[in-house]
Nanobody
Framework: VQLQASGGGLVQAGGFHRLSCAAT????????MHWFRQAPGKQRELVAT???????TYSDSVRGRFAISRENAKNTMYLQMNSLKPEDTAVYYC??????????????????WGQGTQVTVSS
């Protein structure tokens, strides 16, 4: 499985932005997909999850502002980020959970990652 994250950029506080993550290769083994982020000096944290059935969960810090979605026909996942805050500044990574793997909130549990895309929110 290969994941390609894209869409990062510079955005003003209060603005919106959308990230994409395209999966190629053995996509049939992908179950849930996740967005993580890592700010300078901090650990990589789970931001949002979407199952293969479309069920979603969010971290407290982004719930109500971010929306995760996926288009299975295109093997692509998205993260719509609204009402952005300077504290959302981070490198955003997508990760794939394979069939049979339990959901984990720690980054170390996942093998398949996108390369990361920088989102910078200016105040």
């Amino acid at each position: 499985v290969q994941l390609q994250a894209s869409g990062g950029g510079l955005v003003q506080a209060g603005g919106f932005h959308r990230l994409s993550c395209a999966a190629t290769g053995s996509v049939s083994i992908i179950d849930a997909m996740h967005w993580f982020r890592q700010a300078p000096g901090k650990q990589r944290e789970l931001v949002a999850t979407i199952t293969d059935l479309g069920d979603t969960t969010y971290s407290d810090s982004v719930r109500g502002r971010f929306a995760i979605s996926r288009e299975n026909a295109k093997n692509t996942m998205y993260l719509q980020m609204n009402s952005l805050k300077p504290e959302d500044t981070a490198v955003y990574y997508c990760a794939a959970q394979i069939v049979g793997q339990h959901l984990h909130t720690t980054a170390a549990a996942y093998t398949y990652w996108g390369q990361g895309t920088q989102v910078t929110v200016s105040s």
